[in-house]
């Protein structure tokens, strides 16, 4: 019992924020327009020039859940561009809800390599290969100590270790998509520009957390400036380069007891996981409280620790706020912050976009033998000629009939 009443407190007090919610206005009759509502369907507004959308696609722990996936947040930019920010374990299912075209999902910022802020690139990159992208992906992240612990070293593994998936893909479907453009940088770069297109800069600082490697990012676009602070503890870059911005996110880890009680961690773990290579609820209210941000939005925490947690922030800050949890979605202009949830649907499927993919490579390598070949059953393949017959017609696919090539082929008389 005491569980269930934290959750509902919890959900309380997240809508106790109100001074930043689009909710209200009144209802005018039994059959008119409820005005205001504090929802977002995705795909049915259109950003102003110099607004900026940041949806929550993951705001949890490293073992993701159906409720709440790992790290990730989907920046979209009043000029067309998008931009993901970690894609953490999990948080594909929620990108996917929002139904944007896999041709406008390319871009990802990793702010370091535990599985929690990259482990759902794979789903990304072959998801999106298979929902039509005509176009690699591209991702920015930082170096490391060594070569074999930076950004390029990970994705060279990466590809290596769906080197199966890879080669039937590009030569099944086509293999444009499947490529990987790697962007690294220095991770001691402090502020440095490590992107500049159409409008939109990104900065890198470094952060605090478990070892060599991880960043923080600034993104400055239509004179806002926000923030992603990735995973990192209370450091002198974060506080000094963030400060004056209109919308900064930063973690910020449960209390050590709830780690112990609800997250069956050691004590002397919890403690140090908290507060030593993390940020606690009272150190992230310091520094928001420091950095004076238009906004401030904490995530890395469960929903059910979340009234103990907003404790600990107001402890040293009372300034605009949000707890983020999946599907929290911000709009950002010059003039207010409003924040809201997104509505979408559990069985998204593929959107189109203008660009189609391009067709097979034949110079592809064919990864079927001819022993496997041999294996296929002429009857069950044939018991299905009258559906892709028609389907031939209506796209005038007939010179592209791969059952011609096939022994067991019987066609129609």
Request: with cysteine.
């Amino acid at each position: 019992m005491n569980k269930l009443l934290r959750v509902i407190t919890g959900a309380i007090l997240c809508l106790s924020t109100s001074h930043v919610f689009a909710a209200g206005g009144m209802v005018k009759g039994p059959n008119e327009i409820a005005p205001d509502r504090y929802v977002y369907y995705p795909g049915t507004e259109v950003l102003d020039k110099d607004e900026v959308r940041v949806i929550a696609c993951g705001t949890g722990m490293p073992d993701s859940r159906r409720g709440q996936a790992s790290a990730c947040f989907l920046f979209e930019f009043g000029n067309g561009e998008k931009i993901i920010f970690d894609i953490g374990t999990g948080s594909m299912r929620n990108i996917n809800a929002l139904m944007i075209p896999a041709e406008f999902l390319t871009k990802v910022f990793l702010s370091h390599l535990h599985t929690d802020h990259w482990g759902d690139l794979d789903a990304l990159w072959a998801g999106g290969w298979t929902a039509g992208r005509p176009v690699p992906l591209e991702v920015w992240g930082p170096s490391g100590q060594s070569k074999e612990m930076g950004t390029a070293h990970a994705i060279e593994g990466f590809l290596q270790a769906f080197n199966w998936d890879y080669q039937t893909r590009a030569y099944k479907i086509t293999p444009l998509p499947g490529q990987i453009t790697v962007h690294e940088f220095d991770y001691k770069a402090v502020n440095e520009i490590i992107y500049d297109r159409n409008g939109i800069v990104v900065r890198s600082i470094p952060a605090i957390h478990a070892g060599d490697g991880p960043v923080s990012f600034i993104i400055e676009y239509a004179g806002l400036k926000l923030v992603f602070g990735g995973d990192t503890s209370p450091n002198k870059w974060f506080v000094e380069h963030a400060k004056g911005a209109d919308f900064a996110i930063h973690e910020a880890f449960a209390t050590p007891e709830f780690f112990v009680t609800e997250y069956n961690q050691a004590p002397q773990l919890a403690w140090r996981a908290c507060c030593e290579f993390h940020t606690s609820g009272p150190a992230f209210g310091k520094i928001m409280s420091t950095i004076k941000p238009r906004h401030a939005v904490s995530y890395h925490s469960f929903v059910e620790a979340f009234p103990e947690l907003r404790a600990g922030i107001r402890e040293t800050y009372d300034g605009p706020l949000s707890i983020a949890e999946d599907m929290m979605v911000w709009n950002i202009t010059k003039d207010k912050v409003v924040e809201r949830m997104a509505v979408s649907t559990d069985r998204a499927r593929g959107v189109p976009g203008p660009t189609p993919q391009p067709p097979p490579d034949e110079s592809y390598p064919d990864q079927m033998s001819d022993f496997i070949k041999q294996g296929e059953w002429g009857p069950g393949f044939n018991a299905q000629n009258n559906m892709l017959d028609e389907h031939a017609k209506k796209y005038n696919l007939q010179d592209q009939d791969w059952r011609k090539q096939k022994p067991w082929y019987e066609p129609r008389k």
